[in-house]
């Protein structure tokens, strides 16, 4: 018996986003932890990601507008300079 892995979700994704006057965590479609300071908004992302990690369920925690490490000036001081 195979599985369609269409229909299963890979992991659970949390992102911090832009909301009303301040930041939320949204996941599925819904905001919760609510707040205008973006750093408690990441906190509370992660503690989601971990607790539904703790429970078997793959998580990543993604902020709207960020691109991680490889930004572009993080990927040109990575090139060699020719």
Known sequence: MTADKTSQKVREIFVVAR???????????????????????????????????????????????ERGFFAPRAAAALTPAT
Not at 38 to 49: F, T, Y
């Open 19 to 65: 909301h009303a006057d301040g930041w939320a965590v949204s996941h599925d479609g819904e905001f919760t932890h609510i707040s205008r300071n973006k750093d408690e908004v990441s906190a509370s992302a992660r503690r989601l990601a971990r607790a539904s990690h703790e429970a078997g369920r793959p998580a990543q925690v993604t902020v709207e507008g």
